[in-house]
């Protein structure tokens, strides 16, 4: 069974540009979240989406906003990027928001800003 | 969510089981524990989470104190790729289709010894 799929797995930008990263959670899993991770951190929450609705944000400026799609796909958009967004950003996917659900993480996508 | 603390850095030598201890003296009645692992430049690692029980699966066991306070990862066998950053993140689980955000700290770096 395919994991959390994250594309693309690389990219650079430039300060000001706009960048989309994509997500397609494991097959039945109908929530989705992402986080960010700073080299020598841990992952900090941005946003959280249950049945395409918005269940949790982290705090991440205006500039950061994000979609569930009806297939449960995601997609995070950064907009007039800084240098600070260069990161690691997780996606990660659940069956369902319940107690004891276990939460599967993506490899991520490796954002640098030049 | 209650905060955990873990030690920065530990070694354990190849073949040897590795402790790795958590503290979460403010946890609450109704959150869990998980431990995720994060090998360089990979997304976190599902390993095993609990409530009060002790825990053991494939991968580790988990015991958890009686009161809940302390909780410490083992991992029986520890090999080469075990490596990694460990995070114990204590979660809070309700049943309402939110909350999925994970708090991750600093984690444990653990380096197994040839």
């Known amino acids: 069974d395919a994991g959390v799929t994250q594309s693309p797995t690389h990219l650079i930008k430039t300060r000001g540009q706009h960048v989309t990263l994509r997500c397609s959670p494991i097959?039945?899993?109908?929530?989705v979240s992402w986080y960010q991770q700073v080299l020598g951190q841990g992952p900090q929450f941005i946003f959280q989406?249950?049945?395409?609705?918005?269940?949790g944000r982290g705090n991440f400026p205006d500039r950061f906003s994000a979609r569930q799609f009806p297939n449960y796909s995601s997609e995070l958009n950064v907009n007039a990027l800084l240098l600070g967004d260069s990161a690691l950003y997780l996606c990660?996917?659940?069956?369902?928001?319940?107690?004891?659900?276990?939460?599967?993480f993506g490899e991520g996508s490796w954002l640098t800003v030049v | 969510d209650a905060k955990t603390t873990q030690p920065t850095s530990m070694d354990c030598a190849e073949g040897r089981a590795a402790n790795l201890p958590c503290n979460h003296s403010t946890i609450s009645g109704n959150e869990y524990v998980y431990w995720y692992r994060q090998i360089h430049s990979q997304g976190p690692q599902y390993i095993i989470h609990g409530l009060k029980n002790n825990e053991t699966n494939e991968m580790a066991s988990l015991i958890i104190t009686e009161d809940r306070k302390s909780s410490t990862l083992i991992l029986p066998h520890a090999t080469l790729r075990d490596t990694a950053v460990y995070y114990c993140i204590v979660r809070l689980l309700i049943s309402n289709f939110g909350n999925e955000k994970l708090t991750f700290g600093t984690g444990t770096r653990l380096t197994i010894i040839p």
């Open positions: 990660a996917s659940s069956f369902l928001p319940l107690s004891g659900n276990t939460i599967y």
């Open positions: 097959s039945g899993h109908k929530s």
């Open positions: 989406y249950y049945e395409k609705e918005e269940r």
